[in-house]
């Protein structure tokens, strides 16, 4: 898989490739690549945003900007883009990120992430250049970068390798084993602390016992949550 990241703040990702699920990744088939818009600015003085028209508070990233650095890097008009891969735009009104979300962009051979600050985005980098856009929750950041790691690490673990222990994700909240709902609870040593006692079942070693257990567990998360968590 290739994942590009175009912002105004590659560096913010160092930390996030320094992970270790991430390094698992990186050292397999994952390229990660990071662009900074503001090094293919058409623009004087590094210039990558400017205010809105009809007026109002903040700035707002460039289209020209935007397609400039796009063009840049894939060598083709970025409008062509969106046939060949997901050009994914962060912002806090688009699709909601969820499991579903996450195994179909894990199963993409490249995503193209696009992160914007301060106001967002003229709103013809999404319409034209854009197949998504992508929000992580009904709030908002002060930028896309949060976005694209939690949307990258989400979907980076759900690649074979990035976790040392491949069963860690194949039964966790909302996957398909689970029926979509939360994942149960789990307790280690001590099975007693201050008197509060791990659930005898779990101690028991009956392995379809525990199973049913963990299976209920589920079912209760997911109705305190509102019903079927998949829905
Ligand atoms: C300060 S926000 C812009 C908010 C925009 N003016 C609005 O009211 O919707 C700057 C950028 O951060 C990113 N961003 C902020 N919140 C986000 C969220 N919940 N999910 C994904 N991206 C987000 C987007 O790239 C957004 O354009």
């Given at each position: 898989m290739e994942i590009d990241v175009f912002t105004l703040f590659p560096e913010w990702f160092d930390w996030f490739t320094a992970q270790r699920h991430?390094?698992?990744?990186?050292?397999?088939?994952?390229?990660?690549e990071r662009v900074n818009f503001r090094d293919?600015?058409?623009?004087?003085?590094?210039?990558?945003?400017?205010?809105?028209?009809?007026?109002?508070?903040?700035?707002?990233?460039?289209?020209?900007?935007?397609?400039?650095?796009?063009?840049?890097?894939?060598?083709?008009?970025?409008?062509?883009?969106?046939?060949?891969?997901?050009v994914i735009a962060l912002t806090p009104g688009g699709r909601?990120?969820?499991?579903?979300?996450?195994?179909?962009?894990?199963?993409?051979?490249?995503?193209?992430?696009?992160?914007?600050?301060?106001?967002?985005f003229d709103e013809r980098i999404i319409e034209h250049f854009a197949s998504d856009e992508v929000s992580i929750g009904r709030y908002v950041l002060s930028g896309g970068e949060l976005a694209a790691m939690v949307l990258c690490d989400a979907v980076l673990r759900k690649l074979p390798g990035a976790l040392g222990d491949a069963s860690s994700s194949a039964e966790e909240s909302f996957s398909s084993s689970l029926g979509g709902d939360p994942e149960y609870p789990h307790y280690t040593r001590p099975?007693?602390?201050?008197?509060?006692?791990?659930?005898?079942?779990?101690?028991?070693?009956?392995?379809?016992?525990?199973?049913?257990?963990?299976?209920?567990?589920?079912?209760?998360?997911?109705?305190?949550?509102g019903g079927d968590a998949a829905d």
């Open positions: 991430v390094r698992n990744a990186l050292a397999g088939k994952v390229r990660f293919h600015t058409p623009l004087s003085g590094g210039q990558v945003d400017d205010t809105p028209f009809g007026g109002g508070a903040g700035m707002l990233l460039r289209v020209d900007v935007v397609d400039s650095a796009l063009r840049a890097h894939y060598q083709l008009d970025p409008v062509e883009l969106r046939a060949q891969r997901r909601l990120l969820d499991d579903e979300l996450v195994d179909e962009l894990a199963a993409e051979p490249a995503l193209t992430l696009l992160c914007a600050r301060y106001e967002g099975a007693e602390h201050r008197g509060w006692r791990v659930p005898e079942v779990l101690l028991s070693g009956h392995h379809e016992r525990i199973a049913q257990w963990r299976r209920e567990r589920s079912r209760e998360r997911a109705q305190r949550l």
